[in-house]
């Protein structure tokens, strides 16, 4: 049966919606937190019913087989997965749309369709998943013609390495199909980023992605052993090797450069066997801070725990994980029991005040229900809470960073104090703010905020830029980084620019010039269009 | 007491050299393996007796505290310490001197001294502790004026945070008083290359340096949180960040440029304390491929153990360590006993026909003595063979790669057997090529090489250059990198260039044209002079 359309308007698939007794839960608590007594619902847009401007583009007939003007295609690729994109899809907004999507089947098709691109001056946006939540796939307001290029059928695992557990990947592979290819080789990648069904190999890659580690091997980048990258200037590819000292590494320039300096199409991936042994357990903290301190404790004992992930009491509340701060930690391996681990975790969370039933040997299963479950079933469902939040008037929206410890208790406080403050300002009534450890490192955490806020529906795409530009100004005056994982994009270009090293950026530059001599991929993303 | 001069002749500081029963046994052994029946040794040149050439330049008075074009900087500074600089040494070859010496206290000292290397249309040079032992350091034949940037006086640590474990350290400082200085905080980079003593922090960040940690942290870029560099161009810093996912990573175009796109004078690096538990054994192999395999095992559990050097069996003997293949194991942590983690390394080393004693709990220093620490003392003082063996007509010379493991054991044998061949037609007598394991990935080992042949003086470095040159081309055509730590310099550019994508080449050249755009910085080093 063959998979339902991709939503244009949403998270997902056409076929995977909320329930109404999931949607009733999100109303009734949002009612309650912001005092609202019944909520106007803006219809689901169709694709019918929107206004598209007629593509500037005509697909010549070499490329008929590869390029699509079809309006849903336009439709679906206009936007990333922010709360900024689905408000606008659903103001029914697609005044910017691509005049064309190409699927290209082939690396050959690629470089048909940048030929073409380079041929009628259009601009070339390379399209994974379309997960991004700071705009790094939308078009750029231009009067040139914009080709989204969508490597989704550059699907498969072509070779798999067993004895050095690596694998030759090609980039367009989504999650689930990729952990399906490797899973007669007992390897996996085990990247599962919160946008894992609906990403790609590729744009994990393109955005230093962020995934299932929560300590050691927190970016996809540990996990590149080799890429292999079209651009404009021509194709390139690295040695496959486990490590090197052979000048700058070529990886690291296109690792995270957002489609900007070429198309990643294949890489070869370090695997690992499926893990076979599991500690788990949860911690509670009555204050945050502590619970940080803690964190702290574990990363510096180098104990490498794959989650240790920290949720505030608030974000505890809101997925119905208690009324306490949170600490999941999990160890894992394919190798050999995990419990000494656990222990001395658990030894760090007492020593900080932490409090945990004694985890029950063998009794996995029940360490996947209790707090850690439920958040952890939340935290798969959100992506699916905005299309319903949207609609409603309620801005949800996340940003994430990292800082060194000696900085982060004041960091965390002013940052929250500051998008708090924000909120107020622009709806006028009290938001909620919390905060979670996606990532930690021995010499910091990566926090990751979210906020809630009853907006004004005409004005919601503006009053979230207001929280968003107050909270990212204080970050970034504080010396957090704009992005530990969500990448640069569109959005995070004010303050990249002023984080990124002058100089860097004009190197860099220099580079994509040579690479993209023409400025056609994803211009305006981490540099200004030339 | 001030320390003695370092040697233009050879490794370390005037007065350490071997003592006549090293020599004795050293002497003893080559002439046991090549059949000699006496040595006619080269006296160690005196730099009195070295014709030099006149500096091609006059330093300027404002530039007279900071520049010297003294004899002995001059020489000093004139190369590395690779075979082919020895031989050179010994056959009182420096006919290509850097024309003056700086030695900046402060970046505005850098500054200044570049500005007049601009105006001058010199060549610069950064250098460490000049430890290259691939013409890294070495000045370029050419026309242009040399001047070397020798960065010593930035030898301190300004700034410890405890909290986060890491420090802001200058570039220049050398590995013993870098950990002297952090010594009070009780935190330790823990970089211990061979030539720790002598070398400096900014150079191991320019050349990729590989350290002290077999796995997981094995070359120096892991643990680089920030970077400041003063290029030509100007000055840049990076934010210091536990983690990060905004665009291309800064720091890693700067990690590995080997002095040519700009001279790093600080960085915060990542720290941790001091280790207070430790597990260690060695274990004996009679096949040196069940060795490997045993540790591909042991890197694929990812128990991550600090140390794990696999030598082989001549190698073994050639330090005194015994006559099988020894693979030393060792765990260690500031938090923990270690016991666990090497029960179970040593069981799989068991399960590949590993022999070893059960090792004794709490009789740290019984480990440290036995094989383990036979190989050790030798690993420490193998620097200052070379200032005997030249001298005698002896090539000793050393070559290191990596590569996935599925490709390692017909790599290894190729390798291995093309290396003999080579140093028989270059040498017209057997050699001997042993093989160790400096660093392991769970994709695969870092090999490194040894090779030991009886020269003809006069012919030495052309010999030399004959088997470096067959080795390294069957390493190349076998997808091995050119260097896994050592770097790329002068010696490895040939091959460097076919394995470095192409484009990549072009684009980096581009960045090193922004930041260094009259090509003063090190050139012939990574790129062609401009």
């Known amino acids: ?10 998270w997902g698939r056409e076929d995977t919606v909320l329930g109404a007794e999931e949607i009733r839960h999100l109303e009734s608590a949002y009612a309650k937190r912001f005092g609202l007594s019944s909520y106007e619902v803006t219809p689901t847009p169709r694709a019918e019913d929107i206004a598209l401007r007629a593509p500037r583009v005509a697909v010549p007939g070499a490329l008929a087989e590869v390029c699509s003007t079809d309006r849903y295609e336009r439709l679906l690729h206009s936007y990333g ?32 369709v940048l030929d073409w691109c380079d041929a009628i001056a259009a601009v070339a946006i390379p399209y994974g998943g379309g997960s991004s939540v700071v705009g790094g796939v939308e078009p750029p307001r231009t009067d040139r013609p914009v080709i989204t290029i969508d490597l989704r059928h550059l699907d498969r695992v072509l070779e798999v390495d067993r004895t050095s557990q690596a694998a030759r990947i090609q980039a367009g592979v989504y999650g689930p199909s990729l952990e399906g290819q490797l899973k007669p080789s007992g390897l996996t990648l085990r990247h599962f980023p919160q946008s894992f069904e609906f990403s790609s190999l590729g744009g994990w890659i393109a955005t230093r992605g962020g995934g299932h580690y929560a300590t050691l091997y927190t970016h996809i980048d540990d996990f590149v052993e080799s890429l292999r990258v079209v651009a404009p200037a021509g194709t390139l590819e690295s040695f496959r090797l486990p490590g090197s000292g052979a000048g700058p590494s070529p990886d690291r320039m296109f690792i995270g450069s957002e489609g900007t300096l070429g198309i990643i199409t294949e890489a070869w991936m370090r695997l690992r066997p499926r893990p076979t042994f599991r500690a788990s357990t949860s911690v509670r903290f009555r204050d945050f801070y502590r619970a940080a301190e803690c964190v702290r404790g574990i990363a510096q004992a180098h104990l490498y725990p794959a989650n240790c992930r920290l949720v505030d009491a608030d974000e505890a509340m809101v ?189 860099l530059r220099a580079a994509k010039q040579r690479l993209d001599p023409k400025g056609m991929l994803n211009p305006g993303v981490l540099f200004d269009p030339a």
Chains 1, 2 share one sequence.
Not at 81 to 86: A, H, L, P, V
Not at 90 to 96: G, L, P
Not at 368 to 390: K, S
């Open 1 to 10: 049966m063959p998979n339902a359309r991709l939503k244009f308007w949403g």
């Open 319 to 507: 997925s119905g994980a208690g009324i306490h701060a949170i600490l999941v930690v999990t160890f894992e391996s394919a190798d050999r029991p995990q419990e000494q681990a656990l222990k001395r975790a658990l030894e760090i969370a007492r020593a900080h005040g932490g409090e945990y039933e004694e985890p029950a040997p063998g009794r996995e299963g029940a360490q996947r229900e209790g707090a850690a479950g439920q958040w952890r079933d939340a935290f798969i469902r959100m992506p699916y809470f905005r299309e319903v939040l949207t609609p409603r008037g309620i801005i949800m929206e996340t940003f994430e960073t990292a800082i060194t410890w000696e900085r982060f208790p004041d960091f965390h406080a002013q940052v929250k104090a500051a998008t708090e403050r924000a909120i107020l300002e622009a709806t006028g009534k009290p938001g909620l703010v919390t905060c979670r450890f996606t990532h930690v490192y021995p010499d910091g955490p990566a926090p990751y905020f979210s906020f809630h806020a009853a907006g004004d529906k005409p004005r919601m795409i503006e009053q979230c830029w207001q929280i968003k530009i107050a909270a990212s100004e204080v970050l970034n005056r504080l010396g957090g980084t704009i992005t530990h994982h969500h990448a640069v994009g569109r959005d995070h270009r004010r303050w990249y620019d002023r984080q990124r090293p002058e100089l860097f950026a004009q190197a």
């Open 81 to 112: 997965k922010s709360f900024f994109d689905s408000a606008r899809v659903f103001a029914r907004d697609f005044s910017n749309p691509p005049d064309a999507v190409a699927f290209p089947r082939t690396e050959a098709d690629i470089v048909a």
